[in-house]
């Protein structure tokens, strides 16, 4: 049997507690089954940037002519070559990871699927491990839904869809959350005819007001409440039958068809029952506030968990375990600071903390503020006709419990409320910094003088 400190099932948000540990000494076993870096960096976050911020360029050109200013043609993109450029430089920088280990005389490196035999012991079928620390980071999988027909087809899944061998004249994509807001938005832009089919609402876990804005300014036509019945492939086309939410039938056809139902967490060919680590229903592993799994020495972190379902957190998550267990040696819990996401479609969507439907059912007073980006000195310079600024302020504390953001650069103005709500700002420091004339940032500061008139409508009463 092979003894190391560390163990690391997992090369993507695990080499958290790769590189560092290393410096410190420790001998570390790192096992991936497929490339280096995780989904984050192969067929996930990185490339879908890299094919969506071109697409945003073509997208700027459209509706031009109200400044006026006049495009003789559409922009036509070399997409053949943007995706080639995507996927090698994934490549590049995945091949990059093991180069680097192979440098580290306190890191061995193996590209091998590993499984537990017992309770603290691997096994990749020909050999046996073990360590003091373990540290399961297998992340999820696509969740391939139960449609009739489906799984006899080649369809997409996001993998697929950031390297296609041929790009498609049309789409059709199954589910409406952020995979598919994000790639159909960008397939859109590059003349792709996307239609999207989703049962349920588009971004169904989004604030009310954003899912009312982003249903009047869709980037793709999407069908929602739609209930599939079928889905067939003959003749190089896709054919999907089923009902629309007024009950009549249609059949929507297409080249390409790509499910973005959700994901699954990697748990079920890790041997899990050999061991004392617990899952829930959906698989995802049971960990305490120290994230250690119910067996002891043993820890998880990122998508696995189910926590989560961001790279930023689960870097989080492997900072603090690297603290916690070869750093400063604290027994402190995890304490997560106000969590952000994006989606990078078109608009842009940015949130972090509550939604407004969240408080309500909770029962926790708020102020509300919303603001247009057009109710500001750069929208009008931008002649905004779209997205808003919107902040939940708490009645009691007066500090921000949730903000919600649709329009151009909405990720990046999301940060100034983020940092406000980790330093425990409240409605009157947001107030009272200025705010750069005529910066897109004027527009959240409108947002929370909305918030003031309200609290002032209320004392009032």
């Known amino acids: 049997m092979k003894e190391y400190d560390i163990i690391v099932i997992g090369a993507g948000a695990g080499t958290k507690l790769v590189t560092p540990p290393s410096h410190l000494g420790k001998r570390v076993a790192v096992f991936e089954k497929e490339s280096p870096g995780g989904t984050c960096l192969n ?8 094919v969506i911020y071109p697409s ?15 495009f003789k043609d559409r922009p036509l993109a070399d997409v053949d070559k943007i995706f080639r450029r ?38 990749d079928g020909t050999d046996t491990y073990t360590a003091k620390h373990i540290f399961v980071v297998t992340g999820t999988r696509p969740q391939i839904p139960d449609i009739p027909g489906l799984k006899n087809t ?3 899944t996001s993998r697929e869809a950031l390297s296609p061998n041929q790009f498609p004249k049309s789409l059709l994509i199954i589910g409406a959350g952020f995979i598919s807001l994000e790639l159909g938005a960008a397939y859109q832009a590059y003349g792709c ?25 869709l980037p793709f036509l999407i069908e929602s409440h739609y209930q599939i019945e079928k889905v067939e492939f003959e003749n190089g086309e896709f054919r999907v039958t089923g009902q629309t939410k007024e009950g009549k039938k249609t059949i929507h056809t297409a080249e390409r068809l790509l499910v973005a139902t959700g994901i699954r967490p990697n748990t079920d060919d890790l041997g899990l029952e050999k061991t004392n680590i617990r899952t829930n229903e959906a698989g995802y592993i049971l960990v305490n506030d120290h994230l250690e799994t119910t067996e002891p020495g043993i820890y998880a ?6 926590r989560y379902f961001f790279r930023h957190s689960a870097n989080f998550e492997g900072e603090y ?18 969590m952000p996401e994006a989606v990078f479609t078109h608009p842009q969507i940015a949130s972090v903390g509550f939604t407004e439907e969240d408080l309500i059912k909770k029962k926790i007073p708020y102020y509300k503020g919303i603001n247009p980006y057009s109710s500001s ?27 919600h953001i649709i329009g151009e650069e909405a990720a990046n103005l999301l940060h100034q409320i983020v940092l406000g709500m980790y330093l425990k700002a409240k409605l009157d420091q947001y107030l009272g910094m200025i705010y750069i004339h005529p910066a897109i940032s004027e527009i959240t500061r409108n947002a929370f003088r909305k918030v003031r008139d309200e609290k002032l409508k209320r004392i009032k009463k």
């Not at 000195?377 to 903000?403: D, Q, Y």
Request: proline residues 6%.
């Open 377 to 403: 000195a750069t929208g009008m310079a931008r002649m905004s006709n779209s997205g808003f600024v919107k902040v939940l302020v708490s009645e009691e504390t007066e500090e921000v419990l949730g903000a």
């Open 43 to 50: 067929r996930g976050c990185i490339p879908s940037k890299m």
């Open 86 to 123: 995507v996927n090698e430089t994934v490549k590049q920088d995945s091949d990059s990871i093991p180069l680097a280990y192979e440098k580290n005389p306190n890191i061995d490196f193996y590209p091998k699927q590993v499984r537990f035999v017992s309770e603290r012991v691997l096994s």
């Open 56 to 70: 945003e360029l073509i997208r700027m050109t459209e509706d031009t002519e109200k400044f006026p200013v006049h």
């Open 301 to 306: 972190f990122g998508d696995v968990i189910g």
């Open 154 to 156: 080649p369809f997409w």
């Open 193 to 217: 005819k996307v239609t999207g089919l989703t049962r349920t609402d588009i971004l169904r876990a989004a604030d009310g007001d954003i899912k009312k804005e982003l249903n009047l300014h």
């Open 321 to 338: 375990l690297f603290e916690h267990l070869y750093g400063a040696k604290s027994d402190t819990p995890i304490q997560y600071p106000p």
